[in-house]
């Protein structure tokens, strides 16, 4: 037999479970205890109508910029997002009003930035779902319906211990931009011949290059919105050509860092390509997204004195002008050092030297009564050398001079009648070249080496060389140490300068003076200006000569070929830019820039009227090889 309990029992039960349950969901009805505010959001109808114009616009390929400010402070997260997946993504962040670098993003973090997932966050917002109640304003495009603007208020509500808590942490506001895929835009009708795709890493890549068919080129950086169209290297392309013709298509993806290169090379042949092949289309690609990712002559500044005046050539623009170099003439020199940003010029009041990227200035000394100086080269640990001019003294002195106690400090004399001066890529090593012919030019060797630090000063090569061509050397110029310091390359007269004009051949040498090597031939004309690049290899010119062109030739040690460069009568290299990728050299009285990579050449003076030195590079990206 059942029983049920008593009615009054039954009340009692019912009252204690309704307290239970208003205990649970923290509704104690107190009246001293604030109402839930209502929050205000748009309707799941609104949300939806716009999460379906979203899905129906058919946009897989697209990038997106959202500025969100939270509790965490503002940042722009950037996300391109091609055929719904991400390509690429980095964020920037804004401190104190200003942006800071941007940074790559990981995809993981990225993925909470695509329209689809703001259109949720949104939706689960405005449905209560997120972390606190809050309320929600949003402003939806009106044909594809991605949200522009969006603002929301984190309410109050009751903890599980029944106070009423703020989650003020919970708001953030964020403005969405949503554009094309800069890739989208151009190239389209074109096949690619080679593809490199770029996220990540640390210069935050987010770009794209295509190498067409027909030796166009197209890179686009969707974060940082960069077109450009340059036209690769013809050498370059014809190589590519070559090896598409001959290896079916392949593609890989390469891990830098926490970046991830990616190339796709669309080959025509039927073999596959083999490790070699694979691994000279990868240095090509590298070298190609680096050359070809900036405007030609981004950064770089050519300086030189024109009387009393520094000028700076921009090769960007292609346009000099004068510094805004306060100086008191004359100006007697000037040089740069740009691995420390740093430039000396010496005029009237002395000594001085400026940080290029600071803007600070100051005096290493000034001129002693009578005095002056003309700064020559800096060693690679930053020491400075110079010479010194004393009023009635029939010939310079040499020294050098730090900015850790700008003091002169005396180098030993090689002769009256210097004409070339180098600093070893390393080492407190120079290498001074002399001329024999004239009053007073009686130097004991062609070419010297000085110890800065010990003072000594070696004969390297000497006035008379035996066994090397049909006549002696009468003088040196122009020494260049190779970038590992094994070799210096010179230029030496090889007969006297009359009644015909000198024969004038190049030659390496060790800095020891062993293995003294002649490079040139004496019917290949009149050698000149030996320079050497970063990577190795060895530019100098050659004028009347008979058996070969006039030009600026390059010489590979490691084939040992002689390469024409670049055409031209009266050429002579000056000096090339930290990265090897430009050369200042002289045609006739006047002043170009050689493009080496691009085979261009601009001009930086016409009809200069002598009285110019080139003084150094401003180089602010170089390209590692």
């Not at 929050?39 to 129906?56: K, Y």
């Not at 390929?61 to 997260?77: D, H, K, L, P």
């Not at 190795?536 to 058996?547: D, F, I, K, N, Q």
Request: glycine share 10%; net charge negative; aromatic share 8%.
């Amino acid at each position: 037999m059942k029983t049920y309990p008593h009615p009054s029992h039954r009340a009692l039960l019912l009252a204690v479970l309704s307290l239970a349950i208003l205990a649970a969901c923290n509704l104690i009805d107190d009246p001293t205890a604030p109402p839930f505010p209502t929050a205000s959001v748009p309707s799941l109808f609104e949300i939806d109508g716009a999460i379906t114009r979203w899905a129906e616009s058919g946009n897989t390929r697209y990038f997106v910029i959202v500025e969100e400010t939270t509790s965490a402070g503002t940042f722009e997260y950037r996300v391109a997002t091609v055929d719904g997946e991400i390509q690429a993504a980095q964020v920037v962040e804004k401190i104190a009003g200003d942006w800071q670098e941007p940074v790559s993003l990981d995809f993981e973090t990225a993925q909470n930035y695509t329209v689809e997932a703001l259109l949720q966050r949104i939706r689960r917002d405005a449905n209560g779902e997120g972390a606190a109640p809050m309320d929600v304003f949003t402003v939806f495009d009106p044909g594809s319906g991605y949200p522009q603007i969006v603002e929301t208020k984190a309410l109050p509500t009751y903890n599980d211990a029944g106070q009423i808590e703020l989650n003020r942490a919970a708001s953030y506001s964020f403005t969405v931009f949503i554009d094309v895929l800069l890739a989208d835009t151009i190239g389209l009708n074109k096949e690619v011949l080679l593809g490199v795709y770029s996220t990540g890493g640390p210069e935050a890549w987010c770009s794209t290059l295509r190498i067409f068919t027909d030796g166009t080129a197209a890179y686009t950086d969707d974060c940082r919105q960069n077109l450009l169209q340059i036209s690769p290297p013809v050498k370059d392309v014809a190589r590519l050509q070559e090896l598409a013709a001959s290896v079916a298509a392949f593609e890989e993806s390469e891990t830098k860092g926490d970046g991830t290169r990616r190339i796709v090379f669309n080959g025509t042949g039927t073999e596959t390509a083999d490790p070699a092949i694979v691994a000279e289309i990868r240095e090509l690609s590298d070298l190609l997204a680096d050359l070809l990712s900036r405007p030609i002559g981004t950064g770089v500044t050519l300086l030189r004195t024109q009387g009393n005046y520094l000028l700076g050539f921009d090769l960007l623009s292609s346009l000099e002008q004068p510094t805004s170099l306060a100086t008191q003439p004359p100006l007697y020199g000037a040089r740069t050092l740009p691995a420390e940003n740093r430039l000396v010029y010496a005029d009237a009041e002395g000594l001085h030297w400026l940080d290029t990227r600071s803007g600070e200035t100051g005096l290493y000394f000034a001129n002693p009564s009578g005095q002056t100086f003309d700064p020559q080269v800096f060693l690679s640990d930053g020491r400075l050398i110079l010479t010194r001019s004393t009023e009635g003294a029939d010939s310079l002195e040499w020294g050098w001079v730090s900015l850790e106690d700008r003091a002169w400090h005396d180098l030993p004399s090689v002769g009256n009648c210097v004409s070339g001066l180098a600093a070893h890529p390393t080492a407190a090593l120079l290498a001074v070249t002399a001329t024999h012919g004239g009053e007073g030019c009686q130097s004991e060797a062609s070419l010297w080496v000085i110890d800065v630090d010990s003072g000594e000063a070696a004969p390297v090569v000497d006035r008379a060389v035996t066994g090397v061509g049909d006549a002696a050397p009468t003088g040196g110029y122009s020494p260049h140490w190779a970038p590992d310091g094994q070799w210096i390359a010179l230029t030496l007269d090889e007969g006297p300068p009359a009644p015909e004009p000198a024969r004038v051949r190049l030659y390496i040498v060790r800095p020891d003076g062993s293995s003294l090597t002649p490079l040139t031939f004496n019917t290949e004309g009149r050698a000149a200006g030996p320079l050497w690049s970063p990577d190795g290899l060895l530019y100098y010119s050659l004028t009347g000569a008979e058996t070969a062109a006039d030009g600026i030739y390059i010489y590979d040690p490691a084939t040992e070929a002689h390469t024409l460069g670049l055409a031209g009568s009266n050429l002579t290299p000056i000096s090339l830019s930290p990265s090897g990728q430009y050369m200042a050299f002289a045609e006739g009285g006047e002043l170009r820039v050689w493009l080496i990579a691009f085979g261009q050449v601009v001009a930086v003076t016409i009809n200069s009227d002598g009285n110019s030195k080139v003084v150094g590079w401003l180089e602010a990206f170089v390209i590692e090889q």
